[in-house]
């Protein structure tokens, strides 16, 4: 099973390792938007897939790597700001995750939600009060040197989960997920996995945020704390499933390329069609393209 | 000697509503203790208080002489008492034996994964799941899932375990083959057990002393036999006759 796993993992590594070589500068582009969403994707797995606490407020995290990054760059390196930016996720998730994580279900999501909105608008007010309408960056690295961060962002979230997964600490957040009272009667710390889970879904996205403000050279909150963010990562967790690490990766893919080809073959009603795959996703592959690929393996009654 | 588990003059409300009223109760290590009452005596906050899902109003909960009040369940858990649920929560996308092996690795026994497995395939035999140890835990009949519950608290390792109707529901069949369940972890594991049952039979069978509780308040404490007998137990099972 190791070898099964591994080998396809290592082709796409490498695959995208080589990219930047031999791709085109769209290529390359795309293969930039795609690792941007696997690094999301599969952060916003270690809380929301594991515990099913979802969360429809992960923007909040990519908006103050992205404001953290910008603000510094220029007086600290990056090498160091993005780490940093990291962090600063880190802390921020732990310290709102007791109010947060004390509710569940649709209120979590509306709260996570509306954590996301409340930070924009005060980062919002902050730059207003300041005079500033936007921040633009300059001598930023190029696209390349970027990609390579972007690639290993991804990488480190993959690995992230796949180590999450293995360990004690991620049974039992899946003993959360499948029945929290009963997983605090049977000696799991709730609170304090959960909390440690917002934490750790929170750093990468926070770095992420930080580089695609470098690609972007711009920094707006409307634009930095968009909730769409939000939103397409949830619906590519949906899509691809998130019971396992290859399902960010294939709802990624597969939401990417779809949009890329619709877009720009069929601009007017692209949204309309990704609106109706993911209503047939959710209502005909419950368990996303992941789970419908490599059903569990579990013996029948 | 000490008692294994003291309460004393446990109290607890929900608003104007009087729970639970100055109970105290002394638990000797191995003991079997009965808790009965009619629906709303009690029974379930009195467990709810002893595993930490609620915090006593008033009094003290004590285990081997420390208070345990105010500690989270899972700290309590780990400190050797565990619960079953009332109504059955299991992990019902998970394995019959993932299951048993979640409490085995986070319970006072916190095993690495292989001894885990080790200890969930022996809690489960012991209570007859070991054949469905692959099925998803949601497959199973109710008798099974009150098994389960009872395997998975076993699999803490801990030294008390609080059985709430682990019996209801099941068919006369089935509540024999519990007792003999109960009966036998007790002796391998030398356990402590405070039991909640209606099936009346079942539980002067297997306690060796029964509370009585009703409205909040403890009436009775004794030897079965000596319990059914007392005055105050039938006036309130049977209304007073006088």
């Known amino acids: 099973m190791n070898v099964a796993r591994a080998a396809p993992s290592a082709a796409l590594v490498a695959a995208m390792l080589a990219l930047p070589f031999v791709g085109s500068e769209y290529a390359v582009a795309i293969g930039f938007e795609l690792l941007m969403w696997i690094a999301l994707t599969q952060s916003w797995t270690v809380l929301s897939g594991m515990t099913g606490y979802i969360s429809l407020g992960h923007a909040v995290f990519y908006g103050l790597g992205a404001y953290f990054v910008v603000l510094t760059y220029g007086t600290v390196p990056l090498w160091l700001s993005l780490p940093l930016a990291g962090l600063l996720n880190l802390l921020f998730a732990t310290a709102v995750s007791l109010p947060v994580l004390r509710v569940r279900g649709p209120y979590f999501v509306i709260l996570t939600f509306g954590l996301s909105e409340l930070v924009k608008y005060v980062v919002l007010a902050v730059e207003a009060a300041l005079g500033e309408f936007g921040r633009m960056v300059f001598g930023v690295p190029g696209v390349i040197a970027l990609y390579w961060i972007m690639l290993a962002l991804a990488v480190a979230a993959t690995v992230l989960v796949e180590l999450v997964r293995r360990t004690r600490f991620g049974q039992g957040l899946l003993a959360i997920r499948e029945e929290e009272t009963a997983a605090e009667a049977m000696g799991i710390p709730v609170v304090r996995y959960k909390m440690l889970a917002y934490g750790l879904s929170a750093i990468i996205p926070g770095m992420v945020g930080g580089v695609m403000a470098l690609r972007t050279t711009y920094f707006e909150p409307q634009a930095a704390f968009d909730p769409i963010v939000s939103f397409t990562i949830l619906t590519m967790a949906i899509i691809g499933g998130s019971d396992d690490a290859r399902g960010p990766v294939l709802g990624t893919a597969f939401l990417t390329l779809l949009s890329e080809l619709l877009w720009a073959r069929a601009p007017e009603i692209y949204l309309i069609i990704l609106g109706v795959a993911l209503i047939a996703f959710v209502l005909l592959l419950p368990q996303g393209i992941c789970g419908w690929l490599f059903p569990p393996r579990r013996p029948a009654t | ?242």
């Open chain 2, 1 to 242: 000697m000490t008692a294994l588990l003291s309460l004393h003059r446990v109290g607890r409300s929900f608003g104007g509503l009087r729970a639970l009223n100055e109970v105290s109760l002394e638990v000797s290590e191995g003991e079997v203790v009965g808790i009965m009452g009619a629906n709303g005596a009690g029974k379930t906050t009195l467990f709810s208080l002893i595993a930490g899902n609620l915090r006593p109003n008033s009094g003290d909960i004590l285990l081997r002489g420390q208070s345990i009040v105010g500690l989270s369940p899972d700290r309590i858990c780990r400190r050797g008492i565990a619960r079953t649920f009332q109504i059955v929560r299991p992990f019902g996308g998970l394995t019959v034996l993932e299951n048993v092996t979640i409490p085995a690795r986070f319970g006072s026994a916190r095993s690495d994964a292989k001894a885990a497995r080790a200890i969930a395939e022996e809690a489960l035999r012991m209570v007859g799941l070991l054949a469905r140890r692959d099925e998803i835990a949601s497959s199973l009949t109710l008798s099974g899932q009150k098994r389960l519950e009872l395997a998975r608290a076993v699999a803490t390792g801990a030294h008390i375990v609080l059985l709430d109707e682990v019996m209801a529901g099941l068919t006369a069949t089935e509540v024999a083959e519990m007792l003999a369940i109960i009966r036998g972890l007790r002796e391998r594991h030398g356990l402590t057990v405070l039991i909640i049952e209606h099936v009346m039979r079942a539980l002067m069978e297997i306690s060796e002393r029964v509370l009585v509780l009703h409205h909040g308040e403890a009436i009775a404490i004794g030897a079965p036999a000596a319990v059914a007998a007392d005055p105050a137990v039938l006036a309130c099972y049977f209304g007073d006759r006088a």
